[in-house]
């Protein structure tokens, strides 16, 4: 259930961050543009990686994000 909350909240979050960009900087709109824009690209990096890895290198890729760190 936890899991299902945070993911809510964090799109909810990433909207009003995009819809209203001048009330969580309170500057103009070219930092807010400068702000924005990267967002994107950096989510197309990620993809691109992340399919480089899946391709090159199974095994870890299928580690990603299974690393107990509690113990």
Same mark, same amino acid.
């Given at each position: 259930?936890?899991? =299902?909350?945070? =993911?809510?909240?964090?799109?909810?979050?990433?909207?009003?961050?995009?819809?209203?960009?001048?009330?969580?900087?309170?500057?103009?709109?070219?930092?807010?543009?400068?702000?924005?824009?990267?967002?994107?690209?950096?989510? !197309?990096?990620?993809?691109?990686? =992340?399919?480089?890895?899946?391709?090159?290198?199974?095994?870890?890729? *299928?580690? !990603?994000?299974? *690393?107990?760190? *509690?113990?």
């Amino acid at each position: 259930m936890a899991p =299902a909350v945070a =993911a809510v909240g964090l799109v909810v979050l990433v909207w009003l961050s995009i819809s209203q960009p001048d009330l969580l900087t309170a500057a103009g709109s070219a930092v807010n543009w400068a702000l924005l824009l990267p967002l994107p690209a950096l989510f !197309l990096v990620g993809v691109v990686m =992340a399919l480089r890895i899946r391709r090159r290198d199974p095994v870890r890729y *299928e580690s !990603l994000g299974t *690393e107990d760190i *509690e113990g």
